[in-house]
């Protein structure tokens, strides 16, 4: 027996080119809008963390800002405290100084009146 081998006509490649052609942009299409899925879903993942590291950050940077911002005020109060002890220990050295100055024109006149002048 003789077996038929039919062989296809040109119609016939080029209805089954374009078919593969069809089926062939369809999964390209396909793999794509997955890729842009992915990638659409990636993005959000990344802002959501970024977001959330920014909102820490700033968590972080307000909290040291606080701590530093106290410790400037308190080490102001120290400070401000010691100037003024040192200023009034100033007024109380020079109010010292006032009264030996005043206590020694005392003690010379006092010397000029008891004492003969030296020829």
Do not use: C, W, Y
């Amino acid at each position: 027996m003789d077996e038929k081998v039919t062989k296809p006509t040109i119609e016939t490649v080029l209805e089954r080119m374009n078919a593969m052609e069809q089926r062939l942009g369809e999964r390209i299409d396909s793999t794509e809008q997955r890729m842009i899925d992915r990638i659409d879903a990636t993005e959000q993942r990344l802002g959501d963390r970024i977001t959330s590291l920014d909102s820490s950050v700033n968590e972080r940077i307000e909290a040291s800002e606080k701590r530093v911002s106290e410790r400037v005020t308190a080490f102001e109060d120290r400070l401000s405290t010691r100037l003024d002890r040192i200023e009034g220990l100033a007024h109380a050295a020079r109010g010292e100084v006032l009264d030996l100055r005043a206590d020694f024109r005392d003690l010379r006149t006092q010397l000029r009146e008891h004492l003969p002048a030296l020829p």
